[in-house]
């Protein structure tokens, strides 16, 4: 019977995984995916724990704080691959790339 | 009586403004970028003064009223004078507080004199003349500040407002590398500025009062871990300015590349607010580690003194030279200090006053030299005695002055500080006459470089390149002529000082712990 | 009048004149030599009533007041002040008179007469009339000032101005690159001398707590300070007199100083400021005598000074160099004398010397004035031209060879006695004797080398000046007749016997006791036919000529030219001084400008270097500034850990 | 839910999960990419309803699986050309990609496993979107309406910059 | 349960400006189009200026409101109103930029305003959920305002980097918030802190981390500081300065109240991180922007060093310390917008940003080129400027702590003041090239009114807060005192 730990280490995976995505691939939409990848791990995360821990806690303590913040990471996702991918496509206009390690014209 | 110390502080400021704010007459507008500022200069009516005149107004009188201050200073008392304490930052405790006493009276009125007579010496200013003397006026204010400053946090306040006038007086009016040096001059005050802040810091928190206040905190023992942390802070910052070897490279550059006024006003005064602030504050407040760190300050005020003088040898540059000059006769202000005795510290603050006249001096004779042969090399320079005899004889005195001839002012102080560093670093029940001894080779040392500069100078046979050369002016006479007046009067009758600041002296001596004489 | 206010007239009469004509009388010369003038006789008159009341009364004069405050409330000070004994008494007379005399000689001598080619004199007045006068009216008033000195600091402030003086006015012709580095020279010797006199003073001041002479004799009698206090102090002190009195090592300056005028050379560098060392060892003579090192060690320099620089006067052929070392080795002389206990003998030739040095050098002047050279290989036969002068300067030299009954022997065979009866010198004794009298026996040799050079024979120098040869004006001349009186009588002051002026200037010291003076026949005697010896071989050479000079030089070979090359101590210390200590100089420059410079400016080059060293760490990639965020997390994280379970 | 299936599809969308997320970062071609990160999607709906959290299975799948996949498949077609690029990174920034992602890993299960999780055994199967909508427009009222500025802001500039000028 | 509507009241300024945000809009729509926007420039001050007066009125309000998801409390007050300063002084000094852009000027108003909002809550939040919307309010509003230039390569470089480096962040410190709902089951912020008293174990320590590093991004703090030269140097300048000044002060507000209300019982966990973080950050902000040649990219470096300034008031962890922080934020927000709004104009004559294209500004603006000198004095700390007032505080933290806090930290605050003392040799820099070097052309440099005045009340600011420091610092202490528990 997979518990708390399975879930969170899953969820560590895919936040992991995502993280490497993201630090790994060049391409700017995919990472944007990685990121999104990083937002689901958390999500198992926080759903995890408001599974398994939510009724060990008082009263005082909202029940339902792990999935209502999952609930508005995933709409905080929305808005941030709406805006990301707005400007990867505003950065793409001026520069037909979307290649992240071409992104550099300033550094030092 | 309190209005007048604050008057003599901040009038200068007052001036700055005015200097800065009345319309400059067009003549003086004809700078280093041609046409500056918006092209259609309005024309100014000529009921304004020119800048110069405005400065002169102020800093004239600001000195006539540093004259009064010190004429009407009760000369037998031994406390501050003319104090104003009025809560300023309550919070912190930080409270305005000014006030003179032996210690600072004499510094206060040379550098009132001393700016008047910068302004003097700037008087022919064509490059941006307005901000050169607004300048000059807020530096008067900063310096007054520091000497009459009795609160920690006003004392740090005035400090660094020198900081930014001075950069731009060398940045802007200065040699051919002004921009180096004033930068380098720049970095080192700030650098020492920030080590001055944490140790007054460490001294507010661990001496446990809470407050600012010098008078108060000198008042109190303090355990020596403390005072040790505290000193050698403070001492790193004044050190800078004094400027004490290894810090010292800093003042050949500034002195070299500024210009002659600011030069006077460099040697002249702002360094005296690093022997100032070691009297002050490093053995007046602290003087158990003073006492513990006694036979180290002496020996290095010998390296200053030796290695100074040394390197002044060196030079061909008469700027570089009366610049070493200044790092060497610094270096007697700190054995007169490290001698912790009255007769050490008395040396050690006229010192600071005689030096100030002496090195100004020099350096606005190097001045005129330079003005009229346009080279301050000393191998280019010879025989210029018998075209400007009143240059000549004035140089001829301020060098003596600087040797330490008696019945100049010079050798007063250097032979009280010998005679206290005879006895000086008396703490661990012995004393170091040799290390004193040393250190008075250093008078054989400057007659060496200063009859040098002179012989090469003003001696031999007349180079016809300098056929013609005018003679000091009517202008540069009088201004040379206060000085040379002031430096025999210290010489010959010091008392005119010596009465107050023994008096001043004594109380830290007495907290030192040394009774005697 | 009362003596402080004789004091005070003495002291103020010539510094008024210095006053006034540096104030006025730049441009009005007879103004300035008027003033000057003037002064120093008020001076001169003042001193001579001093005298009258010191030697008819006793009359004492000892106050002092404070000068550099140390504890006003306390009454603390450091302080100076005035004192007149029977030895200041003497001192006054001797400088006023000299100096008055010399001035009114300058008068004459600074007006220069050329001729044109037609032959037609042309009064020329040296430019630096006025100048001249000035500082001579300073140099009149410190040495005064140096003279009623009742405490060390006033004696050294006096002191240190008379050396200034002497430097103004050795560099008087200034364009002239000689004079300007015998300035120099003369002004760092002294310096180097006057060092020790400075530590002497700290170091007294610590030991002793005063500087009066007064007080500081009374410590000495009562005991109150230890004998090496008094050795190390005395020594200190010496090595002021060793560099003013141009004893060995430091003798080098007073030969070279004679690029001054000739009056200068003569009031400053003959009779009195170069005696100034030995009235500062007569003065403090109670805490030498404490000391029987210090005394043994001024009666070594001093005696070795009197023949070391005897054999350079040998062989010089400018005549003021000649005088000059004569002038080091009759002040060795003195020296010497005090070092053996007489306080009495020596200032005694101290007040003899200065009257017929003075006249030595004024008759020397005025041979210089006539000739316009100081070469004495082109002189010859003035005697014929300058009689006035020639019988001065014979009387004056054979004072000063030691003939009697001239004023130089008496004054010198006290000093033999006082080194043969010497009671701190003992193992010494026959080395300092001899000394004594070989010199006895150069000194009239080199004067008698002088006078016959200068008078006797034939002119050997330029043809065309032997007509415009003629004696001194009167304005030179009389001052040096005046002279011949003091040289001439002198010395019957101190006659045998009563030796008057031994046991008036005896009084000087209060507690203290001079050695008592006897006169030993046997010794005057052997000295006077040293003195005539050294005269007749002088005659020989060069009067009569029937000993070739030429092969007497190479006789003594190498030590001839030694003793011309000064023995090598103005090469070795202008090697000291050129080539290392301006090579130690410039090293110590070079390292402040390479070593601690180029620290500062490293470091400061260092931290923008690293500045620029971080930017490729900015690599403008996105991804790297990701991945240092996440190590970043990882660092920070690891960290807390590790910090939190420690 | 027996705990056999209950563990079987735990391993099973677990698996498919990571099977996901591994493509996504890991597939040469821009296309897989996007599909792999569908996978991973879904199969995320699927645990949150293992986890009984049906309404933030199906906000997962409206949302994420439609919505936003549907932006990123936007933007591959508005960036033309960039699929046949090198996808990824040099070895060295891979691996040290991967050493942090390890490393963060490890640290993240070392935490997991250590904890003090206070577990409850209660298991919880009710349905929760009345729950959870009671709770968002109470308890989270405040965040219910600040998230409608975040997405306005996300809506102003994606609107504004995606806009051809 | 559902919160009183009289929350509403307490929350007046956000909503003011939430309202001022959607007018503009609103007018942007209903205006011709060849009409100029100006006017809704002044509207959103003017809007900022409300809203600041709301905030005023508000200062002596201390409680949690939407079930302690808003905290309303003097500290918060403190920082709402620097942010609408901030704001306000930025839009003064828009003029120039929206000039460039006008089909966009009520959009970039209008944002400015919301980011405004997000700012303003993440100070007050009292709540992770909250925190975190309102920290991605802002981001957000961050990243389209750096990319609001979008014909420029810099600009939307700078939004792309700002973009993802901020979302990383976030998801870290929302990594962080999980792992302590984990632990606690609670969200808020104090109530968290109740429940990890003790020896903390490794979760908690994780999340500290976590946060510290979400924090971190906020303020530029080594080593999550990577992305400002970029970012700062590409975004448009006006938005460079709310970037440095306003977000950067609401990472510290926030930051400084979980360090307070959460970790505030593990202060011996994470002061001695901090301060190797303060250290690290000042000084390779300092070392970095000595090899600067661009003025914005060496200003960004600037404020990372200054940001590690701030930190060492934090690392006091004291109530003096988050009150010295605030005040430094205070002055910083002066100093640093007098800088960037003086740079702002050099589109006119040094588009490029050059530190060259200064030379000689004092001939051709000196009133510019003055504020751009004071800003610059002041930022290196000399008094009797601002900046100098407010190192000052903070390093007074720093010693000030008794021996039950820990003790004084004078080397770190020595270190601090060498810090500066190098960071004046750039600062210097640039006013060398005003003042010493001859300007390329006699042309005058003029500048709007209004950016005018935007400048003038940046150095009557530096200028002022000098002899009002302590009563400006004893109200911030107030109101670190005052913070909601």
């Not at chain 2, 006895?423 to 250190?439: E, F, S, Y």
Request: hydrophobic share 60%; net charge neutral.
């Amino acid at each position: 019977m997979p518990g708390l730990a399975h879930f969170l280490i899953l969820g560590a995976a895919l936040f992991c995984l995502g993280t490497f995505g993201a630090l790994a691939r060049r391409n700017a939409v995919v990472v944007l995916m990685s990121i999104e990848l990083m937002l689901n791990g958390l999500n198992i995360t926080f759903v995890a724990f408001n599974r398994y821990l939510a009724p060990s806690f008082g009263p005082a303590a909202s029940a339902w704080a792990g999935q209502v913040f999952a609930l508005f990471i995933i709409a905080v996702a929305a808005a941030e691959a709406a805006l990301g991918l707005a400007i990867v496509i505003a950065v793409y206009r001026l520069r037909h790339t979307v290649q992240v390690d071409q992104i550099d014209l300033m550094r030092g | 009586m309190e209005a007048l110390l604050n008057l003599v502080i901040f009038l200068p400021l007052v001036g700055a403004l005015a200097v800065w704010l009345l319309p400059a007459p067009a003549t003086a507008a004809a700078g280093e970028h041609g046409n500056e500022g918006p092209a259609t200069v309005a024309a100014v009516p000529s009921y304004y003064p020119p800048p110069r005149w405005t400065a002169a107004f102020f800093a004239g009188l600001a000195l006539a009223l540093s004259l009064v201050l010190f004429f009407s200073f009760d000369r037998t008392r031994a406390g501050f004078q003319f104090e104003t304490n009025v809560p300023w930052i309550p919070f912190l405790g930080v409270n305005y507080h000014v006030g003179v006493d032996g210690i600072s009276l004499p510094l206060v009125v040379l550098n009132a004199l001393l700016t008047f007579l910068a302004i003097l010496v700037a008087w022919n200013l064509t490059l941006r003349p307005k901000e050169f003397f607004a300048l000059v006026l807020v530096l008067e204010t900063a310096v007054a500040g520091v000497f009459t400053s009795l609160d920690f946090f006003l004392f740090f306040l005035f400090w660094e407002l020198e900081l930014a006038p001075m950069y731009l007086l060398i940045g802007v009016w200065g040699g051919p590398r002004r921009e180096y040096a004033a930068m380098k001059f720049l970095l080192y005050t700030v650098l020492a500025g920030g080590f001055l802040l944490v140790g007054i810091l460490v001294l507010y928190f661990g001496a446990g009062l809470r407050t600012f206040d010098m008078v108060v905190l000198s008042a109190r023992d303090y355990p020596l871990a403390l005072q040790t942390l505290a000193f050698l802070l403070l001492y790193v910052g004044f050190a800078v300015k004094l400027p004490v070897f290894p810090f010292h490279t800093w003042l050949p550059d500034a002195h070299v590349e500024a210009p002659t006024a600011i030069s006077v006003l460099l040697a002249g005064v702002l360094l005296k607010m690093g022997g100032y602030g070691l009297i002050r504050i490093c053995v007046n407040v602290l003087p158990d580690a003073a006492k513990q760190l006694a036979l180290a300050l002496m020996v290095l005020a010998v390296i200053n003194v030796i290695y100074g003088a040394m390197v002044a040898l060196a030079q061909t540059d008469m700027k570089k030279i009366i610049a070493n000059s200044s790092i060497s006769h610094m270096g007697f202000v700190l054995l007169g200090i490290g001698a912790m005795n009255q007769i050490g510290l008395e040396g050690a603050v006229l010192q600071l006053f005689t030096h100030g006249t002496i090195t100004g001096l020099l350096f606005i004779m190097v001045g005129l030299v330079y003005d009229r042969t346009h080279t301050r090399d000393v191998r280019e320079l010879g025989g210029l005695a018998t075209q400007m005899p009143i240059i000549a004889t004035v140089f001829v005195i301020a060098g003596l002055a600087s040797l330490g001839l008696p019945s100049l002012s010079g050798f007063v102080a250097e032979f009280l500080v010998f005679v206290g560093g005879f006895k000086g670093g008396d703490v661990w029940g012995r004393t170091w006459p040799l290390l004193t001894a040393l250190g008075a080779f250093g008078v054989v040392l400057s007659a060496g470089y200063i009859l040098w500069l002179l012989e090469r100078v003003f001696y031999g046979p007349l180079d016809a390149r300098w056929k013609g050369l005018p003679d000091a002016t009517r202008l540069e006479f009088a201004t040379i002529g206060a000085l040379v007046a002031v430096i025999v009067l210290v010489g010959i009758y010091p008392n005119v000082l010596l009465d107050i600041v023994a008096n001043s002296v004594a109380p830290i001596v007495a907290r030192l712990g040394f009774g005697g004489y | 009048m009362e003596l402080f206010a004789l004091a005070l007239v003495i002291l103020l009469a010539p510094l008024a004149a210095f006053v006034l004509s540096a104030l006025l009388a730049r441009r009005a010369w007879q103004l300035a030599g008027g003033l000057t003038i003037t002064g120093v006789a008020v001076a001169f008159l003042a001193s001579l009533a001093v005298f009258a009341q010191v030697y008819g009364h006793e009359a004492r004069l000892d106050v002092t007041v404070p000068w550099l405050t140390i504890a006003p409330l306390a009454g603390r000070a450091l302080e100076i002040g005035l004192r007149i004994d029977p030895l200041t008494a003497v001192m006054l007379l001797s400088v006023s008179g000299v100096s008055l005399l010399v001035q009114i000689y300058s008068w004459g001598y600074l007006h220069e007469v050329e001729f044109d080619e037609h032959g037609h004199p042309h009064v020329h007045r040296d430019p630096g009339f006025s100048r001249y006068y000035t500082w001579m009216a300073l140099f009149t008033t410190s040495m005064l000032g140096l003279v009623l000195a009742s405490s060390l600091l006033l004696l050294f402030v006096c002191w240190e101005l008379v050396g200034l003086c002497s430097y103004l006015l050795i560099g008087y012709w200034y364009e002239r690159p000689a004079a300007a580095l015998a300035a120099k020279k003369a002004f760092l010797t002294t310096r180097l001398g006057d060092l020790g006199f400075l530590i002497g003073l700290a170091y007294l001041w610590w030991q002793t707590g005063t500087f009066t002479f007064s007080q500081l004799e009374a410590l000495v009698a009562n005991h109150a300070i230890p004998p090496l206090v008094a050795t190390v102090g005395a020594l200190l002190l010496f090595s002021g007199a060793v560099g003013k009195s141009a004893q060995w090592p430091l003798h080098v300056w007073l030969p070279d100083a004679m690029e001054g005028p000739t009056p200068v050379s003569a009031l400053i560098h003959a009779a009195t400021m170069v005696a100034a060392g030995v009235y500062l060892v007569a003065r403090a003579f109670f805490l030498f005598q404490h000391s029987p090192e210090a005394m043994l060690v001024v009666a070594l320099i001093g005696g070795f000074t009197a023949i070391f620089a005897a054999t350079m006067g040998l062989v010089n052929n400018d005549i003021k160099r000649v005088m000059a070392y004569s002038t080091c080795s009759q002040l060795g002389y003195m020296m010497l004398a005090l070092g053996a206990g007489g306080l009495a003998a020596g200032t005694f030739h101290l007040f003899t010397h200065s009257w017929f040095k003075a006249l030595l050098f004024l008759t020397a002047g005025s041979v210089i004035h006539a000739t316009g050279t100081q070469d004495m290989r082109e002189m010859g036969g003035l005697r014929a031209k300058l009689p006035g002068t020639c019988w001065a300067m014979t009387l004056a030299g054979l004072a000063l060879a030691g003939i009697p009954p001239l004023a130089g022997f008496w004054s010198k065979d006290g000093i033999l006695g006082a080194v043969f009866d010497s009671p701190t010198v003992v193992a010494a004794k026959p080395l300092l004797l001899a000394f004594a009298l070989v010199t006895v026996f150069l000194t009239a040799f080199y004067m008698g080398r002088v006078l016959f050079l200068t008078f006797g024979g034939q002119w050997r120098g330029d043809p065309q000046r032997w007509p415009h040869v003629h004696e001194a004006p009167a304005v030179m001349l009389w001052p040096m007749l005046v002279l011949i009186v003091p040289t001439v009588l002198a010395g019957f002051w101190n006659m045998p016997a009563q030796f008057a002026y031994g046991h008036f200037v005896e009084h000087s010291l209060l507690y203290a006791h001079t050695l008592a003076e006897q006169f030993h026949p046997e010794l005057a005697i052997f000295s006077i036919a040293l003195a005539v010896a050294g005269l007749v071989v002088a005659w020989a050479m060069y009067g009569a000529r029937v000993i070739s000079a030429a092969a007497v030089t190479r006789a003594f070979g190498p030590l001839y030219g030694w003793a011309l090359n000064r023995w090598g101590f103005d090469h070795l210390y202008n090697w000291l001084v050129g080539t290392v200590w301006v090579g130690l100089a410039r090293g110590i420059a070079a390292f402040d400008l390479g070593v601690i410079d180029g620290i500062v400016n490293g470091v400061a080059r260092a931290t923008v270097a690293l500045g620029q060293a971080f930017r490729p760490l900015q690599t403008g990639q996105v991804q790297t500034y990701a991945w240092v965020v996440f190590g970043g997390l990882i660092v920070v994280a690891v960290a807390i850990m590790l910090g939190s379970r420690i | 839910m027996s705990e056999a299936i209950y563990t079987a599809a735990f391993y099973v969308f677990g698996l498919a999960a990571v099977v996901g997320a591994l493509g996504t970062v890991a597939a040469r071609r821009l296309i897989h990419n996007a599909l792999f990160l569908v996978l991973a999607l879904a199969s995320a709906a699927a645990l949150y309803v293992l986890l009984s959290a049906d309404f933030v299975a199906v906000v997962q799948i409206l949302v994420y699986t439609g919505a936003i996949m549907i932006l990123l498949l936007f933007a591959l077609m508005l960036t033309p050309q960039q699929v046949e690029l090198p996808a990824t990174a040099p070895a060295g920034q891979q691996l040290a990609a991967a050493l942090v992602a390890v490393v963060l890993f490890g640290l993240i299960v070392a935490a997991v496993l250590t904890g003090p999780w206070r577990q409850a055994v209660v298991p919880l199967n009710a349905p929760t979107s009345a729950p959870l909508g009671t709770a968002l427009l109470t308890t989270y009222v405040f965040p219910f309406e600040l998230v409608s500025l975040v997405l306005l802001v996300g809506l102003i500039g994606a609107l504004l910059l995606a806009r051809e000028s | 349960m559902i919160p009183p509507a009289s929350d509403l009241l307490y929350l007046a300024p956000e909503l003011i400006l939430t309202l001022g945000a959607f007018l503009v809009v609103l007018i942007d729509l209903a205006l011709p189009d060849g009409r100029s926007r100006r006017p809704l420039l002044y509207f959103a001050v003017a809007c900022c200026v409300v809203a600041g007066a709301a905030t005023l009125v508000l200062l002596g309000q201390t409680r949690a409101i939407f079930n302690g998801m808003v905290l309303v409390d003097p500290f918060a007050g403190f920082f709402k109103l620097l942010f609408l300063a901030a704001t306000a002084l930025v839009l003064l000094a828009s003029e120039l930029y929206v000039e460039r852009l006008r089909r966009y000027e009520a959009e970039y108003y209008s944002v400015l305003l919301l980011g405004t909002v997000g700012l303003m809550l993440l100070a007050a939040s009292g709540e992770f959920l909250t925190l975190f919307l309102a920290l991605e309010l802002s981001s957000l509003a961050n990243a389209f305002l750096a990319c609001w230039l979008k014909h420029q390569r810099k600009a939307t470089e700078a939004a792309l980097k700002y973009f993802l480096i901020s979302v990383l962040s976030s998801a870290v410190l929302l990594y962080g918030v999980a792992l302590l709902y984990g632990l606690t089951g609670q969200t808020s912020l104090a109530g968290v802190a109740q429940l990890i008293r003790g020896e903390p174990s490794l979760p908690v320590l994780l999340a500290l981390a976590m946060l510290v590093a979400g924090f971190g991004f906020k303020i530029s703090a080594v080593p999550f500081q990577m992305w400002t030269p970029d970012v700062y140097e590409g975004a448009p300048t006006t938005v460079t300065g709310y970037l440095s000044v306003a977000s950067k002060a609401a990472g510290f507000a926030v930051l400084l109240r979980v360090l307070e209300l959460t970790f505030g019982n593990l202060t011996g966990v994470w002061v001695a991180v901090f301060a190797a973080i303060a250290v690290l950050t000042m000084t390779l902000g300092n070392l970095l922007a000595l090899a600067q040649s661009n003025i914005k990219r060496m200003l960004a470096y600037s404020s990372i060093a200054q940001a590690g300034y701030a930190l060492v008031g934090v690392v006091a962890a004291t109530t003096f310390g988050a009150s010295a922080v605030a005040f430094y934020m205070l002055a910083y927000t002066f100093t640093q917008l007098g800088a960037f709004l003086a740079v702002v104009s050099d589109v006119q004559f040094a588009p490029d940003d050059t530190i060259e294209g200064y030379s000689g500004l004092h001939f051709r603006n000196p009133w510019l080129a003055a504020t751009l000198a004071v800003s610059l004095l002041s930022l290196g700390g000399l008094p009797p400027f601002a900046g100098f007032f407010s190192k000052l505080y903070v390093f007074w933290a720093a010693v000030v702590r008794g021996p039950q806090e820990g003790g004084p930290l004078y080397w770190l605050v020595l270190i601090g003041v060498i810090n500066s003392a190098i960071s004046l040799y750039y600062y210097a820099k640039i006013i060398r090239q005003m003042y010493l070097v001859a300007p390329p052309t006699d042309k005058p440099v003029v500048i709007p009114g209004a950016h005018g005045l935007a400048l003038a009340l940046c150095v009557l600011g530096m200028v002022a807060l000098g002899p009002f420091a302590g009563a400006v610092i004893a109200g911030a202490e107030q109101a670190a005192r005052l913070m909601v528990r």
